[in-house]
């Protein structure tokens, strides 16, 4: 079946006690037991709960995965996967890295004593160099933000593996519904469900997705004994999110095109950064890992951020908002609000300039963007 098909009928829909097609959301924090340790499955909702393993099925589905399991947001799932790493252990990550990761990454290589080397991995001759040290996991985001630069899953994936190190693939920009990085043999797909899977800025959540059963009882045990859960409430969301997920990314892609096609060429405009352009660096390899090129736009101005700062005025459709990957668009200045806390000099060299505006391009009429566009251009 098709992807949008998937979304639908994918995972437990129909509640199996009552024929009920919207689940019920059991909000409760413990299960009766018949006698001790004889239960019907659940017994203490941070170990589980129906409405998360509802979403954490149709999670596991949707990324061709063996399990999945869901958290209180993408860092707490972050925050279980470092947990699974004994201290001195190394992680070999791409540079232009999503800043709230970066932070935590950096946290445990002070307090713990992780090692992490950061490169430019959508470089194929980057990564082979630097796994000759010996590297417990390869951490990538496909494509990085706030750059949108690829990295080859399948020769990253062959190359980790050949050495030992496992393959961690941040999904949250593409999705599912553009890639799936467990089928070119990633090890573990980790998402914020803040974004596009909850689609609708109403939620905070992530997830781990793993392709081997090994990792599932491990990252299982992980989860409970962390225990950073999301409620129930919040697990229905995602999944009710999930449901227009392959319609709301065809919608958020024909908007960024129409959006990347007026700032392409613009005198005003120094770079436009769109996979589906096919000037892109990328472009070939976007077509062959990805099923579509995604909601989102980064452009680099002429002028720094006297211009940037002129173009987020004269946007209106645009509210201007961390977060990404919901049905309204937002626009972000990354050098002063996602990545402010990247030091200047790291920020510039990776290509984070004060001209650098991103724009997470929403379901609006793609018409309609393009114009709000084109006025807020005539302002710069
Ligand atoms: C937002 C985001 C995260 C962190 O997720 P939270 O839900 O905010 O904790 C991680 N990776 C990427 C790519 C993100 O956009």
Not at 173 to 181: E, H, K, S, V
Not at 202 to 227: C, E, H, M, P, Y
Not at 326 to 349: F, G, N, Q, W, Y
Request: proline letters at 5%; hydrophobic letters at 40%; a positive charge.
């Amino acid at each position: 079946m098709r992807f949008s098909t998937r979304v639908i009928h994918d995972g437990p829909t129909i509640d199996a006690a009552t024929g009920a097609v919207s689940p019920p959301i059991y909000l409760s924090s413990t299960f009766r037991q018949k006698a001790p340790n004889q239960n019907q499955g659940y017994v203490y909702s941070r170990s589980g709960n129906p409405t998360r393993a509802n979403l954490e099925a149709t999670l596991a589905a949707l990324e061709s995965g063996r399990g999945a399991l869901a958290f209180g947001s993408g860092l707490g799932a972050l925050t279980t996967l470092l947990g699974s790493l004994r201290s001195g252990s190394r992680i070999v990550s791409v540079d232009d890295l999503y800043g709230g990761t970066w932070r935590l990454f950096e946290h445990y290589r002070r307090q713990f004593g992780l090692r992490i080397d950061y490169a430019d991995l959508s470089d194929p001759t980057r990564l082979a160099p630097l796994l000759k040290e010996k590297t417990d996991l390869v951490y990538l985001e496909t494509p990085t933000n706030p750059l949108l630069r690829l990295v080859d899953l399948k020769a990253s994936v062959r190359a980790a593996h050949s050495l030992g190190a496992s393959v961690v693939v941040d999904n949250t920009f593409a999705t599912p519904a553009l890639q799936r990085p467990l089928e070119f043999g990633a090890d573990v797909v980790l998402h914020s469900t803040t974004k596009y899977l909850g689609g609708h800025s109403d939620v905070v959540g992530g997830a781990l997705v793993l392709r081997s059963l090994k990792d599932l009882r491990r990252f299982t045990w992980l989860q409970n004994a962390i225990g950073a859960v999301p409620g129930p409430f919040d697990c229905f969301l995602v999944l009710r999110g999930i449901r227009t997920l392959g319609i709301r990314m065809r919608a958020h892609g024909e908007s960024a095109k129409a959006v990347a096609e007026v700032l392409e060429g613009h005198r005003k405009v120094r770079r436009v950064h769109y996979p589906g352009l096919s000037d892109h660096p990328q472009h070939a390899l976007a077509r062959r890992q990805m099923d579509g090129y995604g909601g989102i736009v980064s452009v680099d101005l002429r002028g720094g951020e006297r211009s940037a700062l002129r173009f987020l005025k004269g946007l209106e459709l645009f509210t201007l908002a961390e977060s990404l990957g919901a049905v309204e668009s937002l626009v972000d200045h990354p050098a002063s609000m996602t990545h402010a806390s990247v030091p200047r000099k790291e920020r510039e060299a990776h290509g984070v300039t004060d001209g650098l505006v991103r724009l997470s391009c929403g379901i609006e009429d793609p018409s309609d963007l393009a114009d709000d566009i084109r006025a807020a251009l005539r302002r710069v």
